[in-house]
């Protein structure tokens, strides 16, 4: 099938703990999306349910997706293809999204493509009007990943490092609930931290002190419980330690940020992913940008976090370049990033 600019695609989004559907159009760019989260139900039990996750996407996709139809004023048959997250992710939840994209692909008779989540997330700042240009280096801080990745062009990706336990997003999650904060964590966390000292008690920045450009965070998990055992009564202890928690995730992260830069001579950062959500995140890396003479771009907010648009996008572009799937449902809970094809390469897989 021969691919023309101006084709409309639908995006699904379910591999974690939000439902995301959006419909992007070549010509018109994002025409709407739809995003539903599940967090109030999960906060009950501290972290997100696996088994809930999937029965929740399952109650709430199809009525989301007649949302974002109506709100595009799209109907069905005017879908040119459908592109759904298919990993990494959790597989219950991925299979709902999964099955769904793949199915109205099918009765559409379109093409459906699988989409990398993490590819998703690198890919969205792409959807704003100040999309930055190739080449570039992305830091991805998710729930599930930190990376720092070379991007050459679409789908042309090198990871420079990675975390070797949890994830910054993950860090964060621990971390509050570790406060009695509640969940999820970053944002709540981000918001204790605003009445804290950062400097009232002392952090390490993990892996900081040897040259390389991998990441841990779990040593800071356990030193932030120390300290919690150990100051829990003191006036306004749990502000202070959420602020230095805070401020030693985002030196690591931007001293990690500044030796990418230097290693690969490159003149533009970008940042996405859940806990690029993070306002003194995004604060200190465009002040560090603007010192150092490299530009910094980060999604809107509620791009940051899981959605449909950032599937929809790299869908659109896969579908484009002539990449689609056989007619099965293809969800994979670990995909490694660099399994993915380039442009040039993509064909259907
Ligand atoms: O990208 P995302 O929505 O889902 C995954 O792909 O994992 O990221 C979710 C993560 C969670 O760990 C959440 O606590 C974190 O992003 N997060 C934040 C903020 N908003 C979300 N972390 C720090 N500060 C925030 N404002
Ligand atoms: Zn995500």
Known sequence: ?????????????????????????GDLGLMSHALYSQAH?????????????????????????????????????????????????????LLVGASVGRSIAASLGVPAVAVHHMEGHLLAPLLEADAPDFPFVA???????????????????????????????????????????????GPVLANAARGGDPHKFKFPRPMTDRPGLEFSFSGLKTHTRKLWREHAQEENAQADIAAGF?????????????RAM????????????????????RETLSRTGRKHGWGVSYPRIEFCTDNGAMIAFAGYHRLLAGQHEPEIIHARPRWPMNELSTMETAGES
């Open 1 to 25: 099938m021969q691919w023309l600019k101006n084709v409309r695609v639908l995006g699904i989004e379910s591999s974690c703990d939000e439902t995301g559907v959006a419909i992007y159009d």
């Open 41 to 93: 139900i999960h906060a009950e039990y501290g972290g997100v349910v696996p088994e809930i996750a999937s029965r929740d996407h399952v109650r709430i996709l199809l009525p989301l997706l007649d949302e974002c139809l109506e709100t595009a004023d799209c109907s069905k048959s005017e879908l040119d293809g459908v592109a759904y997250a298919a990993g990494p992710g959790l597989i219950g939840a």
């Open 139 to 185: 830091l991805l801080v998710s729930g599930g990943h930190t990376m720092l990745v070379e991007v050459r062009s679409i789908g042309a990706y090198r990871v420079l490092g990675e975390t070797r336990d949890d994830a910054a997003g993950e860090a964060f999650d621990k971390t509050a609930k570790l406060l009695g904060l509640g969940y999820p964590g």
């Open 246 to 258: 805070q401020q030693a995730v985002v030196d690591t992260l931007v001293i990690k940020c500044r």
């Open 262 to 281: 230097q290693q690969t001579r490159s003149g533009h950062l970008v940042i996405a992913g859940g806990v690029g959500a993070n306002i003194h995140l």
